[in-house]
Antibody, heavy 129, light 106 residues
Framework: QVFLVQSGPEVKIPGASVNVSCKTFGYTFSGHGLSWVRQAPGQGLEWMGWISPYNGDTKSEQKFQGRLTLTTDTSTSTAYMELRSLRSDDTAIYFC??????????????????????WGQGSLVTVSS | DIQMTQSPSTQSASVGDRVTITCRASQNIVTWLAWYQQKPGSAPKLLIYKTSNLVSGVPSRFSGSGFGTEFTLTISSLQPDDFATYYCQQYDHLSTFGQGTKLEIK
């Protein structure tokens, strides 16, 4: 069975950084990309970025470029999301989610990311002074 | 960036109703569109991928259609478990979610 288990809630002051982990179980970690998606309180879903554990390739929404770093540790099948220079409007639940389709080694339409079939439980990040 | 516009934002319906949710893309995304269901306090659940492919275990009352810039999610006969928020997602170029459609009990 596939599971994604995320780290616990965080409270940060504005300007700080946060690191959220996503440990995966039940599948070949390098075989599927992972996306990070966030959801502000009472709001919709916002895609942030994607990483391939196979080759470390990353893609991200332009608004996060310069603040977002995605990494993976293949030895522990864990993905990490670091967001820097936090602001109050970064307060949200952060989800990791697995690509449904296997990563074929290159990105094209419908890949990087693909649809997202398994999700972590979410990690609440609160940014407040 | 590709923008996704869902309509309606909120829909009131009754058990047994046929419900249709629309998602429009700001540019051609071919068939690279997925639909998710989210209930309060839970992560989203993938229902349909590549426009019309039902995920294993999802009831057959859910269906999807469309191509290019116009897509629909249809629930043929609404059940009590279906009252939730639904999101479309494009994954033709990077990814974008629609703003969501909340399905409420009438």
């Amino acid at each position: 069975q596939v599971f994604l288990v995320q780290s616990g809630p965080e409270v940060k002051i504005p300007g700080a950084s946060v690191n959220v982990s996503c440990k995966t179980f039940g599948y070949t970690f390098s075989g599927h990309g992972l996306s990070w998606v966030r959801q502000a309180p009472g709001q919709g879903l916002e895609w942030m970025g994607w990483i391939s554990p196979y080759n470390g390739d990353t893609k991200s929404e332009q608004k996060f470029q310069g603040r977002l770093t995605l990494t993976t540790d293949t030895s522990t099948s864990t993905a990490y999301m670091e967001l820097r220079s936090l602001r109050s409007d970064d307060t949200a639940i952060y989800f990791c989610a697995r690509d449904k389709d296997s990563f074929l080694g290159y990105c094209s339409g419908g890949a990087c990311p693909s649809s997202l079939d398994f999700w972590g439980q979410g990690s609440l990040v609160t940014v407040s002074s | 960036d590709i923008q996704m516009t869902q309509s309606p934002s909120t829909q009131s319906a009754s058990v047994g109703d046929r419900v249709t949710i629309t998602c429009r893309a700001s540019q051609n995304i071919v068939t690279w569109l997925a639909w998710y269901q989210q209930k309060p306090g839970s992560a989203p659940k993938l229902l349909i991928y590549k426009t019309s492919n039902l995920v294993s275990g999802v009831p057959s009352r859910f269906s999807g259609s469309g191509f290019g810039t116009e897509f629909t999610l249809t629930i043929s006969s609404l059940q009590p478990d279906d009252f939730a928020t639904y999101y479309c997602q494009q994954y033709d170029h990077l990814s974008t979610f629609g703003q969501g459609t909340k399905l409420e009990i009438k």
